[in-house]
C-alpha cells in the first residue's frame, strides 16, 4: 500500500472490558483509532481481533493487508469524548477487580499520543475521565503528552512510556516512525518533576541485550521511581516477525520459533532477576 491513510470511524461502545487484568494492566480499554502510524515492526496488535476481524471493512477504506501494512494507516475515533460522557453518565455498575482496580487504559491497540490530532481527543477523553473520578493508566511512545501535564499530574493517572532500551539507532530500524528513546526519556523526567505518577513498559526488549546491558538499562530508569516497571521480551512469531523480517532487522531469525524465543526469554528473565537480588 503506498502512502498513509487517515480517516474517522465510530464504534458503538469506546469503553470495554479488558482481558488485560490478568497482566495487572487494567479492567477497562479505550481505543481512540484503529491503526497506529509508528509503524513498530514487532506491534502484535495487527495480529489480535482487533484487527484480524475488521479487514473487510479497513479494505472497504483503502486498507490492502491491514496486518503488513500496520503503521500506514489511521481512523480517528472522533466521537468517543460524547460517546465516553453518555455511558459514564448512566452506568452504575463498574468493574473492579484484585489485578485490574478499576483502571482504564489508553490504550492498547494503538498510541493515545501519537500526532497532535490524536492527542486532542486523548486530551478530552482523560478530562471526562478526571471528571467521572475514573483510573487511567496511559501507554505511549510519544512524549506530546508533556503538554497535558496540566491535567496529568492528578493522583488518578498514571503515565507510562514503553522505553525498552536507549538505542536511538535501533529504534529507527524496527519501530521507524516513534520518537526516539532518548526523548521518551526527558518526557518522563518532565514527567517525574511535574509529580506524575509514572511506570515504564521495559517492552518489547531485543534478545541482543546482555547482562550488562540490563544493568545499565535499570539503573538509569529507576532513577524515574516509577511506580512499576513492566517487562516482555519481543515476539517475532507470526505478522509481526514477517514485518521485522521486511525491515531487514538481523536479530529476528534468532527468536522466530517457539523453542529459541523461549530459550530467550528465560535468558532474560535470569538477568533481570540477577539485578534486582544484587
Not at 5 to 11: A, Q, Y
Not at 76 to 82: A, V, Y
Not at 229 to 255: C, D, H, L, Y
Request: glycine share 6%.
Amino acid at each position: 500500500m503506498k502512502g498513509v491513510l487517515k480517516g474517522t470511524e465510530t464504534v458503538a461502545c469506546p469503553l470495554q472490558e479488558s482481558a488485560l487484568r490478568k497482566k495487572g494492566l487494567c479492567d477497562y480499554v479505550i481505543n481512540i483509532a484503529s491503526g497506529c502510524l509508528h509503524g513498530c515492526t514487532f506491534c502484535y496488535v495487527p495480529s489480535t481481533p482487533a484487527i484480524r476481524t475488521r479487514q473487510t471493512l479497513l479494505n472497504d477504506k483503502g486498507v490492502e493487508n491491514p496486518q503488513m501494512d500496520w503503521g500506514k494507516y489511521l481512523f480517528l475515533r472522533d466521537r468517543i469524548p460524547e460517546q465516553l460522557s453518555d455511558i459514564l453518565s448512566r452506568k452504575r455498575k463498574w468493574k473492579n477487580t484484585d489485578s485490574g482496580k478499576g483502571v482504564i487504559l489508553l490504550c492498547s491497540g494503538t498510541d493515545p499520543y501519537q500526532n497532535k490530532q490524536t492527542a486532542l481527543l486523548t486530551r478530552h477523553i482523560v478530562e471526562i475521565l478526571i471528571k467521572y473520578n475514573k483510573r487511567v493508566r496511559i501507554l505511549t511512545r510519544s512524549p506530546l503528552w508533556e503538554k497535558d501535564l496540566d491535567i496529568l499530574a492528578h493522583p488518578n493517572i498514571t503515565i507510562g512510556m514503553s522505553l525498552p532500551h536507549f538505542d536511538d539507532s535501533l529504534s529507527r530500524l524496527v519501530e521507524p516512525s516513534a520518537p526516539p528513546p532518548s526523548a521518551r526519556f526527558k518526557a518522563l523526567l518532565a514527567g517525574q518533576k511535574a509529580g506524575c505518577r509514572l511506570y515504564i513498559a521495559a517492552a518489547p526488549t531485543p534478545p541482543n541485550l546482555q547482562e550488562q546491558d540490563f544493568k545499565q538499562y535499570l539503573e538509569k530508569i529507576v532513577g524515574l521511581e516509577p511506580e512499576v516497571i513492566f517487562w516482555e521480551p519481543i515476539n517475532a512469531r507470526g505478522t509481526n516477525g514477517s514485518r521485522m523480517q521486511k525491515a531487514g532487522i538481523s536479530f529476528v531469525s534468532s527468536v522466530m520459533s517457539e523453542a529459541s524465543w523461549a530459550d530467550y526469554f528465560l535468558r532474560a528473565r535470569a538477568c533481570l532477576i540477577i539485578w534486582v537480588l544484587v
